[in-house]
T-cell receptor, first 112, second 115 residues
Framework: ETGVTQTPRHLVMGMTNKKSLKCEQH?????MYWYKQSAKKPLELMFV???????ENNSVPSRFSPECPNSSHLFLHLHTLQPEDSALYLC???????????FGPGTRLTVT | AQSVTQLDSHVSVSEGTPVLLRCNYS??????LFWYVQHPNKGLQLLLK??????LVKGINGFEAEFKKSETSFHLTKPSAHMSDAAEYFC?????????????FGTGTRLQVTL
């Protein structure tokens, strides 16, 4: 068990739905990350939070809205998604932004 | 700018034979380098890391990697493959720029282990 949990593990949603992905880390880390993993593409960094403050947004469309209420929790709010947003969404955390990252099991998202 | 190239998208070995997964990197700074493994339907697990200490790094499950600055390589090896090693492996380079550390992932190498 990596100490980083994600819920739900699988999600199917229509393009007009609103849903949220949740990530929780039990490692006492200060930095948290959202990644998108699509088939046959490199892992894409979406957002970085350091001490609850967003420090990086990699030109992610506004239909993805992150929230970090504290250093242990990270959410990704989803609305009006497109089929091409279907992917595995991975959450990660690290002690500091310069240290190795630990990943959760991911949420497999399918947009219909 | 930094980049990482995994030279093989797919590697197949027989159980009990050596594993070699190749990785070359490019970095403007003194990099940190990592190997992660991803089993089907699982997240990424850290196998090992290089952070400017010893150039030969030992990781979990019998894997090791050698940092060769002159060749800009960080190849992953294991003396004897096991069926449970079948997975996707990612080479990752990290630059610390400003207040954020940016991880750049390779495209992955799928390791198949046959009987």
């Amino acid at each position: 068990e990596t100490g980083v949990t994600q819920t739900p593990r699988h999600l199917v949603m229509g393009m007009t739905n609103k849903k949220s992905l949740k990530c929780e880390q039990h490692l006492g880390h200060n930095a948290m990350y959202w990644y998108k993993q699509s088939a046959k593409k490199p892992l894409e960094l979406m957002f970085v939070y350091n001490f609850k403050e967003q420090t990086e947004n990699n030109s992610v469309p506004s239909r993805f809205s992150p929230e970090c209420p504290n250093s242990s929790h990270l959410f990704l709010h989803l609305h009006t998604l497109q089929p091409e947003d279907s992917a595995l969404y991975l959450c990660a955390s690290s002690e500091q932004v310069s240290r190795e990252q630990y990943f959760g099991p991911g949420t497999r998202l399918t947009v219909t | 700018a930094q980049s990482v190239t995994q030279l093989d998208s797919h590697v197949s070995v027989s159980e009990g034979t050596p594993v070699l997964l190749r990785c070359n990197y490019s970095s403007s700074y003194s990099p940190s380098l990592f190997w992660y493994v991803q089993h089907p339907n699982k997240g990424l697990q850290l196998l090992l890391k290089y952070t400017s200490a010893a150039t030969l790094v030992k990781g979990i499950n019998g894997f090791e990697a050698e940092f060769k600055k002159s060749e800009t390589s960080f190849h992953l090896t294991k003396p004897s493959a096991h069926m449970s090693d079948a997975a996707e492996y990612f080479c990752v380079v990290s630059d610390l720029t400003g207040t954020a550390s940016k991880l750049t992932f390779g495209t992955g190498t799928r390791l198949q282990v046959t009987l």
